[in-house]
């Protein structure tokens, strides 16, 4: 069995798998028409990328701002306690036995 054959049976391009171990000349040949255009499609699309690539050089500029002063972020953190604001109106002892009878459970 030669190199090319044992190749084409054991890898994942079916077209290729196809196009050596079938039966019908006719499917060989439209199997092998379609590997080589596909090939031929790849190597197009890739020597227009690397053209484009190649010919639009990139420049990029860099400045440093120092600012005097300069305002904090606004920061959210949630913690996924389920505190609402009902819970909040209640009077402090009230609140803090809600929280802790909250915690126990």
Not at 45 to 74: G, I
Not at 81 to 102: A, G, M, Q, V
Request: proline share 4%.
């Amino acid at each position: 069995m030669g190199l090319f054959q044992e190749f084409s049976e054991s890898t994942s391009m079916h077209g290729l798998q196809r196009a050596v171990s079938s039966e019908s000349k006719w499917k060989r040949a439209l199997w092998a028409a379609l590997v080589l255009a596909g090939a031929c499609l790849a190597t197009f699309n890739l020597s227009q990328t690397l053209k484009d690539f190649l010919h639009n050089p990139t420049t990029t500029e860099t400045t440093v701002d120092y600012k005097s002063k300069m305002e904090f972020p606004v920061i959210t953190i949630c913690n996924l306690n389920p505190l609402r604001l009902s819970i909040y109106n209640k009077t402090e002892p009230e609140f803090i036995e809600h929280l802790h009878s909250d915690s126990v459970s």
